[in-house]
T-cell receptor, first 113, second 113 residues
Framework: NAGVTQTPKFRVLKTGQSMTLLCAQDMNHEYMYWYRQDPGMGLRLIHYSVGEGTTAKGEVPDGYNVSRLKKQNFLLGLESAAPSQTSVYFC????????????FGDGTRLSIL | DAKTTQPNSMESNEEEPVHLPCNHSTISGTDYIHWYRQLPSQGPEYVIHGLTSNVNNRMASLAIAEDRKSSTLILHRATLRDAAVYYCILRDEDSNSGYALNFGKGTSLLVTP
């Protein structure tokens, strides 16, 4: 049981380039989330999804887009990367019941030069 | 969202109990108290959660004050593997918010042999 898998684990981009981060979960969870974590800080919510085909903005959505075309996958896109988006990105998923916890991936370390 | 206050860091000796405090004076009646921890270079992992009564699981215990304005995470016997950042989070049980977590900076726990 892999849980939450994030691809890639590391990436270096140049300013203005685009890329997509992939999150896959094999727990049949309804909810999925994208967070970012900057050095010395807690995680901040970028976007989330309450089910297949639905997405919503979190605390820091600017500069990012997301899609949830399949229940098991949640994609995070950077259309034109900026140095301020250098961060560690974490994906999480959660089951439908309120008392179920979030399960996190191991993160994607993204550097934008 | 209601916020929490935690010490920036704490230190404990191995095999001794650890009490991690959290203040949440503006907690509302529908907020659950959640604790997650983040080991170095990993994503956060769920520890425990509760509403009013004290809770125990295989990882830790959660003691909640009678007025719910504070809580304490108790690790009964700290090991070196418990060295992590511990986050105390209030989560609104409104499903329309996607059960998202609002991470602060947490408490960095150092465990010494």
């Amino acid at each position: 049981n892999a849980g939450v898998t994030q691809t890639p684990k590391f990436r270096v981009l140049k300013t203005g380039q685009s890329m997509t981060l992939l999150c896959a979960q094999d727990m049949n969870h309804e909810y999925m989330y994208w967070y970012r974590q900057d050095p010395g800080m807690g995680l901040r919510l970028i976007h989330y999804s309450v089910g297949e085909g639905t997405t919503a903005k979190g605390e820091v959505p600017d500069g990012y887009n997301v899609s949830r075309l399949k229940k098991q996958n949640f994609l995070l896109g950077l259309e034109s990367a900026a140095p301020s988006q250098t961060s560690v990105y974490f994906c999480a998923s959660k089951g439908r019941y309120s008392n179920q916890p979030q399960h996190f991936g191991d993160g994607t370390r993204l550097s934008i030069l | 969202d209601a916020k929490t206050t935690q010490p920036n860091s704490m230190e404990s000796n191995e095999e001794e109990p650890v009490h991690l405090p959290c203040n949440h004076s503006t907690i509302s009646g529908t907020d659950y108290i959640h604790w997650y921890r983040q080991l170095p270079s990993q994503g956060p992992e769920y520890v425990i959660h509760g509403l009013t009564s004290n809770v125990n699981n295989r990882m830790a215990s959660l003691a909640i004050a009678e007025d719910r304005k504070s809580s304490t995470l108790i690790l009964h016997r700290a090991t070196l593997r418990d060295a992590a950042v511990y986050y105390c989070i209030l989560r609104d049980e409104d499903s329309n918010s996607g059960y998202a977590l609002n991470f602060g900076k947490g408490t960095s726990l150092l465990v010494t042999p």
